[in-house]
């Protein structure tokens, strides 16, 4: 069999599996099943990115949001404890809202791909295959791309303050262990030696 | 460079098949004699008073988060660690803000007591 | 194109096979050595010094009943072993077990250069590793959910939190020897394998320690090769990590429900993961294949017939010992103190040292860093 021909069948089985899991993200009515279906959903996709030769960018897909992102998001949809949830409810609410956003999304969709992607040659992506992609990507994003790499630090930065922000709350009465303390403890500051004078039998 | 991830795709079918397969097996050879008290849940001996997924420590959820926020920054270390060689004292630069910033995060983290377990 | 795929299905058996070996006998050897640190015999009835227990083992689980509890989620309480397991041995697809020499004549000049023997030969093979091994909490996390009982869910939120937080410590550790690796230089005249690859690879990384066991990783990089040692002992539940589990509070952790072959799945996947790690710190830390010997005289001639793979295994067989002697000796960590371990000491020291490698590849620091 020609080789384009099977990376065709294995694209398209994998795009496949990747609407109908996005569906069924939007469709399931159990929650946990959703989150579930949508890392089915970046690992299709990320199998796709590797079809497009974009190997480190596919592996670190599924470390980030695989591995990272939505189990966080298994964490709050079992903390929330929504085992069916009402499929319709308020649909006709949030219409307006939705349309608007799906608009927005698509009108970018056809920008980048009607802008971008003309730039891109077979030419230019094949000289980037000789070198490692690791590399390659490495080459620029620390210096070409020097603002937008800082830029993404400070982002990094806003998320942890905003998550401890909102989120925590301590509790009182809670015992903390200084391990420091534990470590620079003395014999003598716990420990007494009583010197007593032995009894006598009478 | 396709063709190395072929073996990849046809382990993980393999993968799933190991974990398949013995399931199968067990349900095929293995006695079923289900009844109301082997199948109840795991419990002290009385019966739940409540569905088990409750609610639970939202310090679990701020874990979470803070672990995404460092596994993306393990994923920009990864391709400078790659290439730090060859880009000289700029790429370190550029590195050391970029640590900079996120050490900040973590010595705020670490005097707001987010790394406390309660 | 059919007889490419057959091939790809033997050569990945033969991997997974001496790894369900590898597996049982580990089983088999934990038994026996911890019995043996705590002055008891271990098995000693099945067969010969009690070398068939593993496999009567296996044969008592596949004919114990798989209770289905009736209160779970039927359809997820089933897939989670599966999800454990798969990412478990995919993750065997990138390592790189030896070298074999390949020779090619062209023109009536035969020419041996050397290959990696590894199954799937991407460059980004660490990264992988990473990203398959992070995956392993969903067999855990949905074990746990899906039981719908108190035991198990506390057992996989608590597993889950704990394995997270110590992939930072691991992935910062993992910075540290691809920065290490980096300096290497690859010869496309030896190394014909390695052109287009990166320090991300674990062929190029194994070879970079080349030059005597004092170029070995674990030296110039003692304390992240520390941090990774611990943090995998943590990832996988082990004790002294194995809060998870505590079977004396809640019972058996995220697997309470579980019975016959879908716990004996779990197992296969906690242990495979074991015999992964141990094998990682061999290739990432300890040479890989690497001879011990290397560099030294007389001793190198030697041993020089024996094969790569040989070191390579009995590197990891130490790993796979200080994870049972770990166990043997050590008392459990409180959950508090496992978390402090994991975040306020692992995570300043890996960060400590990577400035501290930075510095000392600038300043290419001899023995280790001096590029010639």
């Known amino acids: 069999m020609d080789k384009n021909l099977i990376i065709q069948i294995i694209f398209y089985g994998f795009s496949t599996v990747l609407i109908l899991s996005a569906l069924k993200v939007i469709t399931a009515r159990n929650t946990v099943y959703s989150a579930l279906f949508l890392v089915l959903a970046f690992f ?85 295959m000789v070198t490692s992609n690791t590399k390659a990507l490495g080459s620029v994003l620390y210096t070409d791309y020097l ?52 009894e006598k039998v009478e | ?51 088990s997924r409750g609610t639970f420590n939202i310090r679990y959820s701020l874990v979470a988060i803070l672990f995404i926020i460092f ?34 995060g973590f010595i705020y983290e670490w005097k707001k007591g987010a790394l406390e377990w309660e | 194109m059919f007889l490419d795929l057959l091939w790809i299905v033997v050569k990945i058996l033969l991997i997974v096979l001496p790894l369900m070996f590898s597996v049982a006998y580990l089983t088999y050897a934990e038994r026996k050595i911890i019995g043996y640190m705590q002055v008891r015999c271990g098995p ?55 070298e074999i020499d390949v020779s090619t004549t062209v023109a009536g000049k035969t020419t041996t250069t050397q290959e990696l023997l590894v199954l799937a030969d991407i460059d980004a093979s660490l990264l992988y590793i990473l990203a398959l091994t992070s995956i392993g909490v969903y067999g855990v996390i949905v074990a746990g959910w899906a039981s719908n009982s108190k035991y198990a869910f506390l057992g996989s939120m608590r597993s889950a939190a704990q394995i997270v937080s110590y992939e930072i410590a691991m992935g910062f550790a993992l910075v540290g020897v691809l920065m290490a690796a980096s300096v290497y230089q690859i010869d496309p005249v030896t190394d014909p394998a390695l052109v287009g690859k990166s320090a991300i690879n674990l062929g190029v990384i194994v070879k970079s320690q080349s030059g005597g066991f004092w170029h ?24 002294p990590f194995d809060v998870a589990e505590g ?29 992964l790690i141990s094998m990682l710190c ?68 890996t960060i400590v040292w990577i400035v501290v490698l930075a510095a000392a590849i600038a300043y290419e620091l001899p023995p280790w860093f001096d590029q010639v």
């Open chain 3, 247 to 275: 079977e004396s509070e809640i019972v058996a952790g995220f697997h309470v429900e579980y019975s016959g072959m879908a716990f004996a799945v779990f197992f296969l996947a906690e242990y495979a993961v074991i015999i």
């Open chain 2, 71 to 104: 596994d993306l920054e393990i994923a920009f270390l990864f391709p400078w660690a790659v290439v730090m060689n060859q880009l000289g004292w700029y790429g370190f630069i550029s590195m050391s803000v970029f640590l900079g910033i996120l050490v900040v």
């Open chain 3, 44 to 98: 000693n009835r099945v067969g010969p010094y009690g070398l068939l227990q593993p496999i009567a083992d296996a044969v008592k689980l596949l004919f114990k009943e798989i209770i289905i509890p009736s209160s779970s989620n039927k359809f997820l309480f089933v897939i989670a072993p599966i999800l454990a397991i798969a990412p478990a041995l995919a993750a065997w697809a990138v390592i790189p077990f030896g």
């Open chain 3, 282 to 349: 061999a290739l990432l830390f300890c040479g890989g294949w690497l001879s011990p010997f290397e560099g030294i005289p007389h001793l190198e001639e030697w041993f020089a017939w024996v094969p790569g793979l040989v070191w390579l295994i009995m590197k990891t067989m130490f790993f796979m010992f200080c994870f049972l002697w770990f166990r043997a000796t050590f008392p459990r960590y409180r959950y508090d103190q496992i978390m402090r371990l994991g975040w306020k000491v692992f995570i300043p020291v």
């Open chain 1, 44 to 128: 299709t996709c990320s199998a796709i990115w590797i079809l497009l030769r974009a190997e480190f960018l596919a592996i670190a897909l599924i470390l980030v949001y695989v591995g990272a992102v939505m189990v966080l998001f298994l964490f709050v949809v079992m903390m929330l404890n929504i085992n069916e949830q009402p499929l319709r409810e308020g649909f006709i609410k949030y219409l307006p809202v939705g349309i608007l956003v799906a608009v927005v999304v698509v009108a970018e969709m056809i920008i980048v791909i009607t802008n971008g992607f003309g730039a891109i040659t077979e030419a230019k992506a094949s000289g980037l």
């Open chain 2, 1 to 51: 460079m396709l063709e190395n991830y072929l073996p990849i795709l046809v382990f993980i079918i393999i993968g799933i098949g190991f974990g398949i397969g013995p399931m199968m097996a067990g349900f095929i050879l293995a006695p079923r004699k289900p009844d109301k008290e082997k199948l109840s849940r795991y419990e002290c001996g009385f019966e739940a008073f409540e569905d």
């Open chain 3, 216 to 239: 070995w990783y674990w030296l110039p990089l003692m304390p992240l090769f520390i941090v990774y040692l611990v943090s995998g002992v943590a990832e996988t539940n082990r004790a």
């Open chain 1, 147 to 198: 603002y937008q790499f800082e830029i993404a630090a400070v982002i990094l930065l806003l998320a942890i303050i905003a998550a401890i922000v909102l989120t925590l709350h301590h509790q009182t009465g809670t015992k903390h262990q200084d391990p420091g303390k534990q470590v620079q403890v003395k014999a003598k500051d716990r420990v007494r030696l009583v010197k007593m004078d032995t």
